[in-house]
């Protein structure tokens, strides 16, 4: 009885300490949430900023070649191959997080007129799933620890792209991530990065100025626009990443509440049964001291 009475302590107190583990873990992700979030609703006047300049360029300068525009249709080796950008997670206890984006980037890919040539998959799980699709050969980014490191990692995903047209691996890049919803809900959803074709600038230039104060670019339109689309598309990946990652940590704080209540359910058996345990022994010893007394006293107890 004593053996089972410790294996049930050693439970228990395993219980606890594992208990101790996620809520500290529920914690960090709820930090994580709200951190994600601010620095996604701090790109919206950024974004702002970015497309008025946008607009101001192409009302100036009127309809300009961009990407695969540069070049005539015989020159372009890279026409219908495609391309993505899979944000997932390096890290598990996030639930079916990384499968959800995985299967949805997979088959939206698929259902695309042309051929998927590269993938950029950011985490190491994303990555694992990706590759056993055996869709396209996929690279492997890194995802980011902290809202800081967000930026060297889109400045290295906007590298890789440009190489990648440069040497004609991609004629189109679309961006898959999981998007928070309200509470520790998530969905995934997709985008066509590139390329900038007509109908985006067309949508672009009839966008109304703010003021009656029409603007005009400095030393002509064509240089600046280039580096806003640069802006552009940074703005579109650092969103896509900080809503990837607080998605992961919305599905991470999820993962931890069912968890916490499951070990808060296991805590109440193991006590529930050291409890009735206990008081089998307890019982059982005063039966014995009983049985004892009376063989002492030769005055045997009436049933």
Known sequence: MSGTLESLRRKIDGAGDLEGVVRSMKALAASGIGQYEKAVQSLDDYYRTVELALVACLHQAGPVSLA?????????????????????SDQGLVGRFNEVIVEFAVHELKTLPGTITKIWAVGDRAYALLADTGVVPVDLLSVPTSVNAITSLVGQILIEIEAALEHGDVGEVYVFHNHPKFGAVYEPVGKRLLPLDQSWQNKLATMPWPTKNLPEVIEGPTSALQAFVRGYLFVLLFQACAESLASENAS????MQRAEKNI????????????RVRQESIDEELFDVISGFEALTGNPRHT
């Open 68 to 88: 695969e525009g540069k070049r005539p249709p015989h020159e372009r080796p890279h026409e219908g191959k495609i391309g993505a950008v899979v944000f997932g």
């Open 264 to 275: 808060e359910d296991i805590l109440e058996d193991l006590n529930r049964t050291f409890r």
């Open 252 to 255: 991470r704080l999820a993962a």
